[in-house]
């Protein structure tokens, strides 16, 4: 698998429920982020833990990470048809705070109204 | 909220010719990066520039590709001689300085089209 790999591919869910992302890496990390991109926009930021932090809340997102299993989760709760974007996670290496970010795919979520 | 704007947000060009992408970065970050994302595929790193030099590239950043800061504001990809391969979305991103300043804030894009 490749540095930053997110599953699934794809989610659907209804507005209101909750929508669970998940994401692996394979090496060392400083930090990990999490980022949303509309369609045809550019990306943004939602939220960043580090290395040495287990779980992070903003407003209704949680974010947690395992270092042993090189794994990290994005959990939107109550989501909103306003979520409907495609998620990013992002790792920066152990190198430094202002080494380049290694994406993945993204999850493409969708929430029906 | 301050924001990162780039020009042109669309880019027609024949293979063969030179483009230059133009971004405007947040006025007080000091780290500046360009990432691009074919159609369906991942976002991917090419270059980071700071204190007026590349700090970091990757291996798609080859000798057709230069970055420049020309002046107080402005942060510019040139691409030499595209190729068709070059086509995508090219993104300027900024951040500040260290610890806490980790994350990146991204323009909109520049759609490159090489036909």
């Known amino acids: 698998s490749q540095q930053g790999e997110e599953d699934p591919q794809a989610l659907s869910i209804q507005e209101g429920e909750n929508a669970t992302m998940n994401c692996s890496y394979k090496?060392?990390?400083?930090?990990l982020q999490w980022y949303r991109q509309n369609s045809g926009r550019g990306l943004v930021h939602l939220i960043l833990?580090?290395?040495?932090?287990r779980e992070k809340h903003s407003g209704r997102l949680r974010v947690t990470l395992d270092t042993s299993k090189k794994s990290s989760s994005l959990l939107i709760t109550a989501s909103r048809a306003a979520d409907t974007a495609s998620y990013f996670c992002?790792?920066?290496?152990?190198?430094?705070?202002?080494?380049?970010?290694?994406f993945g795919k993204g999850i493409t979520l969708s929430v029906r109204p | 909220e301050p924001e990162v704007t780039q020009t042109p947000s669309h880019q027609v060009t024949q293979m063969g010719q030179e483009v230059i992408l133009r971004c405007v970065p947040i006025?007080?970050?000091?780290?500046f990066y360009w990432y691009r994302q074919i159609l369906g595929q991942k976002v991917e790193f090419l270059v980071s520039?700071?204190?007026?030099?590349?700090?970091?590239k990757s291996e798609i950043f080859d000798d057709q590709f230069s970055v420049e800061r020309p002046d107080g504001s402005n942060f510019t990809l040139k691409i030499r001689s595209t190729k068709l391969e070059d086509s995508a979305m090219y993104f300027c991103?900024?951040?500040?300085?260290?610890?806490?300043?980790?994350?990146?804030?991204f323009g909109s894009g520049t759609q490159l089209s090489v036909l």
């Open positions: 991103a900024s951040s500040g300085l260290g610890q806490g300043n980790e994350k990146l804030f």
């Open positions: 520039f700071y204190n007026n030099e590349i700090s970091e």
């Open positions: 090496t060392s990390i400083n930090n």
């Open positions: 833990i580090r290395s040495n932090e």
């Open positions: 992002a790792t920066a290496p152990f190198t430094g705070a202002n080494s380049k970010l290694t």
């Open positions: 006025s007080n970050h000091l780290y």
